[in-house]
């Protein structure tokens, strides 16, 4: 009986700190997350993730620190180009010219060791399928890199689900890993490669003044200019939030504007800032917030946040994190000084001097030790 009654004692006590130990299980860094859908909450995005600035002399990149960096930092969503050059699939930034950032297989391999080492997060990928690569031949690359284990299949391969599973749902199952590509034709035989606008919608991502940023969907055109036909879509909304320069406008080139990112991912404050965009985003949605925000130079704001405010999470944990004042190497990105001397002629050109064909040619050319780099012609 004395054995019992000590046990009784004992039970509300082991109870709690059963409960305790369940409540500061984090998904996605917050335990507040775990029980919410994957479409409820917002995810942060890198756009266009494997690109590195490593200088800014590297204009074409659009973060300053590595993807494996990004996801320890809090980055949920990562966003890639990918282009065919001598039959490899390969991640580049327009053209392969431009920026190379190596195999699309050894960036989904480090993205898998991070899964690994990281059980209880939700990556997402969005892949612009620039040379139109099959489900087959982007599905034999996942399956190169030992990553496909990880997707998650839905349950219909062209219509959006009207509810998403819990985070923890995803968690429990292995399946922690959400991929979209554009264009993209479903395959029964890769099931997890979802077309991205029969699941989501975006609005517009061509903007180059911080007073244009919108939140009425651009993509798909079947959806364009209707917030309540996206809506009733059941598809994913994404807020595209990033700056173009227009330095270049004289030859109609458009680069990622560092210059002005610190107020473009800002949490308020200044014309075009994230949070003030997000709060009237989400107004606009009827209280419904962005699944995704996409940005350039995440680290700046930092646009995290943003994302933070809206899952209401005060809580966050297990996040790496990364100094705002500093950049970061590419990992072994093939990088061209692109850029540097045109955007010298652009600003001359501007100032009122004369400029002729003849040195557009010579600025923009790729005369490597003599100009560190540009455009092949």
């Known amino acids: 009986m004395r054995l019992f009654n000590y046990l009784l004692v004992l039970l509300p006590a082991a109870l709690a700190n059963q409960l305790n130990a369940r409540s500061t299980t984090a998904c996605n860094n917050s335990p507040d997350l775990c029980n ?89 990928l969005l892949l612009v399928n620039s040379d139109s690569a099959s489900a087959s031949e982007l599905g034999t690359v996942f399956n190169s890199a030992n990553i496909s284990t990880y997707a998650y299949d839905p349950p219909s391969l062209t219509i959006a689900p009207s509810s998403w599973p819990t985070l923890q749902t995803l968690i429990n199952s292995g399946k922690r890993l959400v991929v979209f590509a554009t264009p993209l034709t479903p395959s029964t035989d890769y099931p997890y490669l979802m077309s991205e606008f029969d699941f989501m919608w975006e609005n517009n991502y061509d903007v180059t003044s911080p007073s244009n940023f919108t939140c009425e969907p651009d993509r798909p055109s079947s959806l364009s200019g209707s917030i309540s036909t996206a809506l009733s879509s059941d598809r994913l909304p994404m807020m595209n939030h990033f700056l173009y320069s227009t330095d270049l406008e004289l030859i109609d080139i458009e680069y990622p504007n560092a210059s002005y990112v610190s107020t473009t991912n800002a949490p308020s404050g200044g014309t075009g800032n994230l949070g ?14 962005p699944t995704f925000i996409l940005v350039d130079f995440f680290d700046k704001g930092p646009a995290l946040d943003t994302v933070d405010s809206l899952n209401n999470v005060t809580n966050a944990v297990g996040r790496t994190s990364v100094s705002s004042s500093s950049t970061s190497s590419s990992g072994g990105s093939t990088i061209n000084n692109v850029f540097k001397g045109l955007v010298e002629m652009a600003s001359s050109a501007k100032s009122g001097a004369s400029t002729s064909m003849g040195d557009w040619v010579w600025a923009g050319g790729n005369w490597n030790s003599i100009l560190g780099g540009g455009i092949s012609f």
């Open 276 to 289: 003030s965009t997000a709060a009237k985003c989400k107004a606009a949605y009827g209280g419904r917030q």
């Open 36 to 124: 919410k859908s994957y479409g409820e909450i917002t995810h942060l995005g890198a756009h266009d993730s494997p690109f590195v600035r490593t200088s800014d002399s590297v204009l074409a990149g659009d973060q300053y620190y590595d993807t494996p960096t990004q996801l320890s930092a809090g980055v949920r969503l990562l966003s890639a180009q990918v282009h065919k050059d001598n039959n490899e699939w390969r991640l580049c930034h327009t053209s392969c010219t431009l920026l190379d950032a190596g195999l699309l297989s050894d960036w989904l391999a480090k993205i898998k060791s991070w899964l690994d080492e990281h059980p209880n997060e939700v990556v997402t």
